[in-house]
């Protein structure tokens, strides 16, 4: 009789062992790639979870005072899900301070933070690539390209270091090396400190007077 009784319970015991595991509540994280991010920077994190059921990720962004994004649904293919941002942080948008990130994931909820800050670096919004664009493509001219940058950096869209003008240049002819620099700019092969240093330049030689 005790052999029987404790064949039974190594089966049980074996059985549990064994289970699918479906059984198991499913996890999800949040791995942020750094907790401290400035203007001009690209929001980086990765999605991980114990396993993959078909159901997309929901995710919220939100700011300490509870403003937050709408729903983004993020398709969960595999264990480790990176997920970049397509934009980067503007001043028009995010003001400074602490942002959280939540998600949920087959009925399960982790948030991880984050930190803005005010790096002091040169930051230029994207979406002034397009002027950037118009010019590198010959779509306008040295002129309107100039006046462009010069509304831009008086309206403090683009904020670049105090620059004093060396001379006044009668005509507004911008060197090659400009547009070949504006053109890495665009294609992300250069900063927006490299690009300032650029229109740094134009400025200094009074071909954009401020």
Known sequence: MQIKIFSMLLSLVLAFAFL???????????????????????????????????????????????????????????????????????????????????????????????ELVDSGNVCIPAWIKQLAYYWVTDQISDVSFADG?????????????????????????IPDWVKINAGWWIEEKISDSDFAQALQYLIKKGIIVI
């Open 20 to 114: 699918p595991a479906s059984y198991a509540e499913t996890t999800v994280d949040v791995i942020i790639e750094k907790t401290t991010y400035s203007y001009c920077e690209k929001l980086f994190y990765t999605i991980k979870v114990s396993e993959v059921t078909g159901d997309p990720a929901i995710i919220h962004i939100r700011d300490e005072t509870g403003k937050g994004s709408s729903a983004i649904p993020i398709q969960i293919s595999k264990l480790e899900n990176p997920v970049p941002s397509l934009v980067p942080f503007e001043e028009e948008v995010f003001p400074l301070g602490k942002y959280y990130i939540d998600v949920e994931y087959a009925g399960t909820k982790q948030t991880a933070e984050f």
């Open 149 to 173: 940058i010069k509304f831009l950096i008086e309206k403090e869209f683009i904020i670049i270091p105090e620059t004093k003008t060396e001379s006044s240049s009668t005509e507004t002819d």
